[in-house]
T-cell receptor, first 111, second 111 residues
């Protein structure tokens, strides 16, 4: 079945450093989404990428969707303590609206 | 606007007892509905998803079942809970292409 792998599992950075998490799917994805879960909270939708090679930005966050639509990345420039949380990617490969999540990357930011 | 309600927020149940978690969505019609489970510090495991009334797809063989008796109602059940059923249960809805909006979640502890 479809698998979505995400690395690293955990990242510890100093405030102001950059951060990147990578997502790889075993199958071609129809689209990919990114979510953020704050400690103790529920995942919150950040963005969706649909087109091959698509790049989207949200302030300090840059999201990319690979040309083959099997991988994606989230890059945060100059991290802040408010960026703390777990970032998940999720993909739907079969067009059946079955959303499979990666294991997540937990980001710790130290001031 | 759309809202999702999930209850209860926390639950402590003895081993062998039944379980019923309910999720309802307002403000949308014919949503895709999902149940995920998250173990402490881990990723989101898709348990069930539904694209319509009475249509349930099960992702992982387990001690749980799901039902969708109404368009915007999704229920997660168990006849006899196991210790391994403990976790954070999240209900979510989406439209097509899917991007999930999560409820607040239920923290279940089986003792």
């Amino acid at each position: 079945g479809q698998q979505v792998m995400q690395i690293p599992q955990y990242q510890h950075v100093q405030e102001g450093e950059d951060f990147t998490t990578y997502c790889n799917s075993s199958t071609t994805l129809s689209n990919i989404q990114w979510y953020k879960q704050r400690p103790g909270g529920h995942p919150v939708f950040l963005i969706q990428l649909v087109k091959s090679g698509e790049v989207k930005k949200q302030k300090r966050l840059t999201f990319q969707f690979g040309e083959a639509k099997k991988n994606s990345s989230l890059h945060i420039t100059a991290t802040q303590t408010t960026d703390v949380g777990t970032y998940f990617c999720a993909g739907d490969s079969g067009g059946y609206n079955k959303l499979i999540f990666g294991a997540g990357t937990r980001l710790a930011v130290h001031p | 606007s759309q809202t999702i309600h999930q209850w209860p927020a926390t639950l402590v149940q003895p081993v062998g007892s039944p379980l019923s978690l309910e999720c309802t969505v307002e403000g949308t019609s014919n949503p895709n509905l999902y149940w995920y489970r998250q173990a402490a510090g881990r990723g989101l495991q898709l348990l069930f998803y539904s694209v319509g009334i009475g249509q349930i797809s099960s992702e992982v063989p387990q001690n749980l079942s799901a039902s969708r008796p109404q368009d915007r109602q999704f229920i997660l059940s168990s006849k006899k809970l196991l210790l391994s059923d403990s976790g954070f249960y999240l209900c979510a809805w989406s439209v097509s292409p899917p991007k999930a909006f999560f409820g607040q979640g239920t923290r279940l502890t089986v003792v």
